[in-house]
């Protein structure tokens, strides 16, 4: 009973997380894109890649687009032709370059494009390297054609979700049946918000694998801290099996058993050393913490899953 009611919680938690979020800011803003800045620009100066990267970077964040995990699916990258080269008769003499910058959206892992645009810019400056740059400095995020790419960007984003949205929750329940619980989690959660049928489906397919996760850790941390307890049975043995109980989630299946190796610890002790255990596992307070600690565990295991994997190398072959 104790674990359906704590799913339930869970569940419940994850759901009343998404209506509030999507309260307090755009659903399109749920979407992330990467900032992508590719090698295989011909031509262009190394000290302009982190401003061209910048420059993409900005025009996600004025969408609300912004990537706050490592290897995002999405990506958002440009390419850059020189359209003409001049040198200016002044004194000394300037370079004046003429760009055209074609910017991508699309699936970086798959390596299919979305969408694309372009849009001209000049720039004039002592040296190539210092017009190239002047140039790109005046690609403006807010340009019309560029949000309107965004826009276009965002919509077939949201059909990759809807048209693929049964594969996800299938291949997250067969990660979770392998015992991947942070991989089926990182892949459930990032379903954006604004997808709402397949949004919905995947919090619903969270709260049972969370439940499996915390329940598998407890039982190896309960197996640990008894093997650390019964080494000695002595203060030393009490702080390691105290250290390991800690980290025991308070919904966990096994929580009971962890209480009650606690407390046989405490009391020998006290029988050793007339004092009491200066030690507290995890407490459930009430249900506001329940879901406030639920929604962020879940949410900081998809994260950082993403987070430690090895870096994507995006396919953007053939986009241009």
Not at 88 to 99: E, H, I, R, V
Not at 140 to 147: K, L, T
Not at 167 to 184: G, H, M, R
Not at 271 to 282: G, I, S, T, V
Request: charged content about 20%; some cysteine; hydrophobic content about 40%.
């Amino acid at each position: 009973m104790k674990k359906i009611i704590m799913t339930m919680l869970l569940f419940s938690a994850l759901a009343g997380f998404s209506q509030n979020t999507k309260l307090s800011s755009d659903d399109m803003g749920r979407i992330a894109l990467a900032a992508y800045v590719p090698q295989q620009i011909e031509n262009m100066p190394d000290a302009a890649r982190s401003l061209l990267k910048n420059k993409l970077s900005q025009i996600v964040t004025k969408s609300g687009m912004g990537g706050s995990a490592a290897n995002e699916r999405f990506i958002i990258t440009a390419n850059v032709n020189v359209i003409t080269k001049d040198v200016l008769p002044s004194a000394p003499p300037l370079t004046q370059f003429n760009l055209e910058v074609t910017f991508y959206i699309g699936d970086g892992i798959q390596g299919t494009k979305f969408t694309s645009t372009s849009v001209s810019v000049k720039g004039t400056g002592e040296n190539e390297t210092k017009a190239y740059i002047a140039a790109l400095k005046n690609i403006s995020p807010s340009n019309p054609e560029i949000q309107s790419f965004v826009e276009a960007g965002k919509t077939r984003i949201i059909e990759y979700y809807n048209s693929k949205c049964d594969f996800i929750l299938k291949d997250a329940q067969s990660l979770a049946s392998q015992n991947k619980y942070d991989e089926a989690i990182s892949k459930l959660i990032s379903v954006p918000e604004v997808c709402k049928a397949c949004y919905d489906k995947a919090m619903d397919a969270v709260a049972p694998i969370y439940q499996k996760q915390i329940d598998r850790e407890c039982k190896q941390r309960l197996m640990d801290a008894t093997t650390a307890w019964n080494a000695a049975q002595d203060l030393s043995s009490a702080e390691n099996a105290g250290g390991i109980l800690s980290q025991i989630e308070p919904g966990a299946s096994c929580y009971k058993e962890a209480l009650a190796l606690s407390s046989k610890i405490a009391q020998r002790v006290k029988e050793l050393d007339q004092r009491e255990w200066k030690f507290q596992m995890k407490q459930q307070q009430d249900n506001v913490d329940i879901q406030k600690a639920t929604i962020k565990a879940a949410r900081d295991i998809g994260v950082a899953y993403g987070n430690h994997q090895p870096s994507v190398e995006y396919k953007v072959y053939g986009w241009w």
